[in-house]
């Protein structure tokens, strides 16, 4: 279930964004203040989402939103901002909160920038699918992104930080060719004007730490003319 905090002191307006979020599949749970909206975070969480107005009475939305940043690292914050002077405090505010929209604005506006924000905390909490967003699995393999590890049936393989964005590259394209410039580029960037052979030893350095037998790679394998490709086909 999608869930958004709303906190608006204004009734109409709190009405206009819980029906048209609520028309878009999420479920609303509407405060009137700052006050009622931390009571209703501590008791009828979790929420994805919070919406915030800023000028609310007693505790402001930016108070709350630094509340509700130290509470939880995953929820969703956007703030709601009328006045230009509040704009000036937004750069201060973006420590805390995701994003923020100015008042006037189109039911339009607010969905495409509540669902642009509750991607990516989907992303962020793994509820993208059955299989956990921040772990891919290829064949005995086992990448988890977030804890930057990689298994092979129960043995823990040490990957140094380019081994592991080598190996996060190909293990999102598997069955991919990824010429030797595609992987320069991904991995030391831009800005790096090295050879192309510091990939080429990379590779034969993984490949003493993944494959059974280095020397006839099974996973891990050269594509003639191309560079490399994550064989998935064994
Ligand atoms: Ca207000």
Same mark, same amino acid.
């Given at each position: ?186 991995? &030391? ?34 594509? &003639?003319?191309?560079?490399?490709? &994550?064989?998935?086909?064994?």
């Amino acid at each position: 279930m999608k869930r958004i905090l709303i906190v608006e002191d204004e009734a109409a307006i709190r009405g206009f964004e819980a029906i048209n979020l609520g028309r878009a599949g999420y479920q609303t749970v509407e405060a009137g203040s700052a006050e009622e909206a931390v009571e209703i975070f501590e008791n009828d969480g979790p929420f994805d989402i919070a919406l915030l107005d800023i000028s609310l009475p007693g505790m402001d939305g930016f108070d709350l939103c630094k509340h509700l940043r130290g509470k939880s690292s995953a929820l969703g914050i956007i703030m709601l901002t009328a006045r230009t002077q509040e704009m000036d405090k937004i750069s201060g505010l973006m420590l805390g909160a995701d994003d923020y929209i100015t008042k006037p604005f189109s039911p339009s506006e607010l969905l495409a920038r509540v669902d642009s924000l509750y991607r990516r905390v989907e992303l962020q909490t793994g509820k993208a699918g059955p299989q956990s967003s921040d772990e891919i699995k290829l064949g005995d393999f086992v990448l988890n992104i977030r804890r930057r590890t990689l298994q092979k049936g129960d043995k823990n393989i040490e990957l140094t930080q380019v081994e592991f964005q080598i190996i996060e590259y190909f293990f999102t394209n598997p069955d991919t060719a990824l010429s030797r410039s595609d992987i320069l580029l991904k991995v &030391w960037g831009e800005a790096y004007y090295g050879e192309e052979k510091i990939v080429d030893v990379n590779i034969r350095r993984l490949r003493m730490k993944i494959e059974d037998n280095p020397s006839t790679p099974q996973n891990l394998v050269t594509v &003639w003319g191309m560079g490399y490709k &994550w064989n998935t086909a064994n």
